[in-house]
Structures are given as structure tokens and as C-alpha cells.
T-cell receptor, first 111, second 113 residues
Framework: EDQVTQSPEALRLQEGESSSLNCSYTVSGLRGLFWYRQDPGKGPEFLFTLYSAGEEKEKERLKATLTKKESFLHITAPKPEDSATYLCAVMNNNAGNMLTFGGGTRLMVKP | SQTIHQWPATLVQPVGSPLSLECTVEGTSNPNLYWYRQAAGRGLQLLFYSVGIGQISSEVPQNLSASRPQDRQFILSSKKLLLSDSGFYLC????????????FGPGTRLTVT
């Protein structure tokens, strides 16, 4: 059974204080790992897809990396508008229509 | 560009009443469609997915059902709601052949009283 664990559950940062969010996964064959951002009361917004270990993707202050066991979402010099819940999900090679989601990390950036 | 709509945005229903939530996608053809539920403070749980008109796969046995009467329309229904059906319901789509990322709608907040 595929499993995704995100840590920490909640993270408080000061504006400009860089940090990383962790997504540990167990999957028999990884087709892709996905990062989403979710604001309160809204649907998740797609950020990145990573397909293989060593791959990195960047968007503004966010950078996602992937190893064979985990993914990190690095946030550089965060701003208050980066406050949101960040969700990680995996897709198994043998389950092409299913995303297995982690519980998310709630990020709060204080000015 | 593609757009996904869900309605209603919020819904309060008594236990035992029926349910119908609708999702439509614009700007693409033959998408894969998904229904998820997100309980308070928890991750997303896949309920149903569809790869084409009339084709529905269920991931979680429960008193909910789904239908896809048109290519870009996905409906979530129940004949009798339970208290445990309360939650945030999200519809998502992706391109049929890939890539694999899913795009989510704005969601429907359902409260069963």
C-alpha cells in the first residue's frame, strides 16, 4: 500500500526565514510525485511534478527536490503570502488514476 | 485555457436528505475526472474517478455514487446523507493520456446536520 507522510504538520516562520518541508513516501513504483498549495476554503493549486530521483523544479521562492524515499519543498526568503497548506502526493506506476496524498504541512509566515 | 467549476459552493443538508453536487470542465476534451473528499484537518481521499462517459470507478464503498452523463460533467450523488458525509468535496481533472498532474476545482463545503 502506498503511503505518504509529511512533516512537520505545522511550521511557523518569520518573513525571510528559509526552511524546508518534508514528504516521505513508500510506493512500489513511482510514476510521479506532486506538490500542491492549498489556501483555506479553496481547492489545491498544482505546483510541481517530479518524476525521478535527482530531479529539481523551481517556481519563484519554491524549489522541489526528489530522492528515492523523500521529497523536499524548500522555501527561500518566504513572504506572508506564502502562508498556506502544502500537500504532497504520489502516483504508483500500477495505479495510473490514483493520487495518494499526505496530510499536508500548514505553513504560517509572519511579517 | 481550462476551467473547472463546482456548485454549489456551500450546502447544509439534514441527515437522510438526498445530495447532488455538480462539476464541469471547460476548455478540454475527454478528461479524466475525479471526486475527492477532504475531512477537517486531513488529507484528500479519492472517492470516484472516470475515464469516459458512463465509466465510473469507485475507490471507497459508501452511500455515495457518481455519474458522468456528458464528457465534461461529473456528478456526485447520495440518496440519503449521513452525518459522516460532511466534508469538503473536490472535483479534479487531468488530461486523459497524460501528463499526470490533476487540477482541482474550488470545492463544495457540505455540512450534514
Amino acid at each position: 500500500e502506498d503511503q505518504v507522510t509529511q512533516s512537520p504538520e505545522a511550521l511557523r516562520l518569520q518573513e525571510g526565514e528559509s526552511s524546508s518541508l518534508n514528504c516521505s513516501y513508500t510506493v512500489s513504483g513511482l510514476r510521479g510525485l506532486f506538490w500542491y498549495r492549498q489556501d483555506p476554503g479553496k481547492g489545491p493549486e498544482f505546483l510541481f511534478t517530479l518524476y525521478s530521483a535527482g530531479e529539481e523544479k523551481e517556481k519563484e521562492r519554491l524549489k522541489a527536490t526528489l530522492t528515492k524515499k523523500e521529497s523536499f519543498l524548500h522555501i527561500t526568503a518566504p513572504k506572508p503570502e506564502d502562508s498556506a497548506t502544502y500537500l504532497c502526493a504520489v502516483m504508483n506506476n500500477n495505479a495510473g488514476n490514483m493520487l495518494t496524498f499526505g496530510g499536508g504541512t500548514r505553513l504560517m509566515v509572519k511579517p | 485555457s481550462q476551467t473547472i467549476h463546482q456548485w454549489p459552493a456551500t450546502l447544509v443538508q439534514p441527515v437522510g436528505s438526498p445530495l447532488s453536487l455538480e462539476c464541469t470542465v471547460e476548455g478540454t476534451s475527454n478528461p479524466n475526472l475525479y471526486w475527492y473528499r477532504q475531512a477537517a484537518g486531513r488529507g484528500l481521499q479519492l472517492l470516484f474517478y472516470s475515464v469516459g462517459i458512463g465509466q465510473i470507478s469507485s475507490e471507497v464503498p459508501q452511500n455515495l455514487s457518481a455519474s458522468r452523463p456528458q464528457d465534461r460533467q461529473f456528478i456526485l450523488s447520495s440518496k440519503k446523507l449521513l452525518l459522516s458525509d460532511s466534508g469538503f468535496y473536490l472535483c479534479a481533472w487531468r488530461y486523459g493520456p497524460g501528463p499526470y498532474e490533476q487540477y482541482f476545482g474550488p470545492g463544495t463545503r457540505l455540512t450534514v446536520t
